[in-house]
């Protein structure tokens, strides 16, 4: 079955800059994918996704900060995470896009913005 497995998170200073990976097993490249999140106490969200045209989404709280990229060779997509804010502290998770039946959801990786 399709396994994704995110990795990249951390610690980081609020301002600052991080970049998270979710890498895929056993599919043969990304075609839809986004990234979502999940803070202490609350549901899931979306963040981010790129179609297979390459046209990216971004939910409002995160649009002009963070970037969403595929690297299909390798099988992995991106979050390009800019001027990180407390708020941004979650769990993030890569999966199908909102609407599209999900893979197995990964463990997520964890990050931290202090303040």
């Known amino acids: 079955q399709v396994q994704l497995v995110e990795s990249g998170g951390d610690l980081v200073q609020a301002g600052g800059s991080l970049r998270i990976s979710c890498a895929a097993i056993?599919?043969?490249?990304?075609?839809?994918i986004a990234w979502y999140r999940q803070a202490p106490g609350k549901e899931r969200e979306f963040v981010a996704s790129?179609?297979?045209?390459?046209?990216?989404n971004y939910a409002d709280s995160v649009k002009g900060r963070f970037t969403i990229s595929i690297d299909n060779p390798k099988r992995t997509v991106y979050l390009q995470m800019n001027r990180v804010k407390p708020d941004d502290t979650a769990v993030y998770y890569c999966?199908?896009?909102?609407?599209?039946?999900?893979?197995?959801w990964g463990q997520g990786t964890q990050v931290i913005v202090s303040p």
């Open positions: 790129i179609t297979n045209e390459n046209t990216e």
């Open positions: 056993a599919i043969s490249r990304f075609r839809n």
């Open positions: 999966n199908s896009p909102p609407g599209v039946d999900p893979y197995v």
